[in-house]
């Protein structure tokens, strides 16, 4: 009976103990996540000019919108950050404008497609963190502001955290 009683006490307490580590472990292993997501927001800020050079590069090249050439592209300020619920990856989401001119000879080059061409079209630029560093595959979201993007994407993606530029003036 001793014996049991002993091997019981033991289990109890090592149990308790396991709690305590796990209790403990939970806020080091929150903050570490905080860190490693400030870290890639600096980083991601102190890339951007490059990043940005290389999502048009990307878009541009992909051949979407069929019959469009991309012209211009401009970026805003501020920046939504989500993580892919599958791979956990951290992904920064830009509204952009983007202005495209016809591919001579396609569809989208005779006179009634003038009018589409001509339009700026607002959407969402993707940037993914790989865990290291920044990049982009020039994947756009079209008629999409970056926070309904991530509504839209649900199943797929999480809030992370907004920023939202400085107005200046």
Do not use: C
């Amino acid at each position: 009976m001793g014996n049991l009683l002993l091997v019981v006490s033991v289990a109890a307490v090592a149990v308790v103990a396991l709690l305590g580590v796990f209790l403990a472990v939970r806020p080091l292993r929150q903050a570490r996540a905080a860190e490693r997501l400030a870290r890639a927001r600096r980083d991601f800020h102190r890339q951007r000019e490059p990043l940005e050079a290389k999502f048009i590069e990307r878009a541009a090249a992909s051949g979407k919108p069929r019959g469009l050439r991309w012209l211009d592209v401009e970026f805003d300020d501020d920046v939504v950050y989500a993580r892919d619920r599958r791979r956990g990856q951290l992904k920064a989401l830009v509204a952009i404008e983007v202005s495209f001119e016809a591919v001579e000879g396609t569809a989208m080059d005779e006179e009634d497609q003038a009018e589409a061409v001509g339009r700026v079209r607002a959407a969402t630029a993707e940037f993914v963190h790989d865990g290291t560093r920044w990049q982009t595959n020039g994947r756009v979201y079209f008629n999409l502001a970056p926070s309904a993007t991530v509504k839209y994407l649900s199943s797929d993606l999480e809030m992370v955290a907004e920023e939202h530029a400085i107005p200046r003036g």
